[in-house]
C-alpha cells in the first residue's frame, strides 16, 4: 500500500568521518516505511546484522535504516523500528520467533493474549515479550505509536509462528 505516514519520524544517525571525527551523518524524516491496511504504518529505523554489532567508520557506511526487511531482524540481528496503530484497527494474531522490546510512546494500546488474558498499555509502559502469539487492538480515540526493537531469538517450538521473510498475515512485505 502506497499510504503515506501523517507522522513521518526525523531520524537521527551518528557516526565517524574518514578521520575518526563523530559527526551527524543522517538528519532527516525516516523514508522505509510500510503500510499494510489504512492508517497502519511501520517504519525502520535501523538494524544490525549480528552482535556485537559493526559499526563502520566514515561517511560511505551502509544505512541500515533503509533495508527491506520482513517482519524478522537479521539472523543474528535486531530490527529497531517506530509503529502506528489507528483506533478501532483489525488485530492481527501472530507470533515471531524473537525478544521485542516494546515501549508505548503515545496512545493506548490492548495486547491480546492466550485463552482471552488481555494487557492495557499506555504512554511510557514498557514490556519485554517473549515469542509469544499476540494480537494488537487500538481502542482509544487517537493513533497508538510504539516503539519495537526485535532480536532474533532461538525458535521455541511451540504452534505456527510468521516464517522469516514473511510479514505478519502471512504475506511477503513489500518496499
Not at 535504516?65 to 483506533?87: C, D, Q
Not at 504512554?123 to 502469539?133: A, E, F, K, L, N
Not at 526493537?149 to 498475515?169: A, F, M, N, S, Y
Request: charged residues 25%; glycine residues 12%.
Amino acid at each position: 500500500m502506497s499510504e503515506r505516514n501523517p507522522h513521518p519520524i526525523r531520524r537521527i544517525v551518528t557516526g565517524h568521518d574518514a578521520k575518526g571525527k563523530a559527526k551527524v551523518l543522517i538528519d532527516a524524516p525516516a523514508t522505509n516505511v510500510k503500510s499494510s491496511r489504512p492508517g497502519q504504518f511501520s517504519t525502520l529505523l535501523w538494524c544490525t546484522d549480528d552482535a556485537p554489532a559493526a559499526m563502520p567508520v566514515g561517511e560511505d557506511a551502509e544505512d541500515m535504516g533503509e533495508r527491506k526487511l520482513g517482519t524478522y531482524p537479521p539472523e543474528r540481528g535486531t530490527r529497531f523500528m517506530i509503529a502506528e496503530y489507528p483506533p478501532g484497527n483489525v488485530p492481527r494474531r501472530h507470533r515471531t520467533e524473537t525478544i521485542d522490546y516494546i515501549i508505548v510512546l503515545s496512545g493506548q494500546i490492548e495486547m491480546d493474549l492466550d485463552e482471552g488474558e488481555m494487557v492495557t498499555m499506555g504512554p511510557g509502559d514498557v514490556m519485554i515479550q517473549r515469542g509469544t502469539y499476540h494480537a494488537w487492538r487500538n481502542p482509544g480515540p487517537e493513533v497508538c505509536r510504539m516503539a519495537f526493537v526485535l532480536v532474533d531469538g532461538q525458535p521455541l517450538g511451540l504452534g505456527d509462528p510468521i516464517r522469516r521473510g514473511e510479514g505478519v498475515g502471512g504475506r511477503v512485505p513489500h518496499g
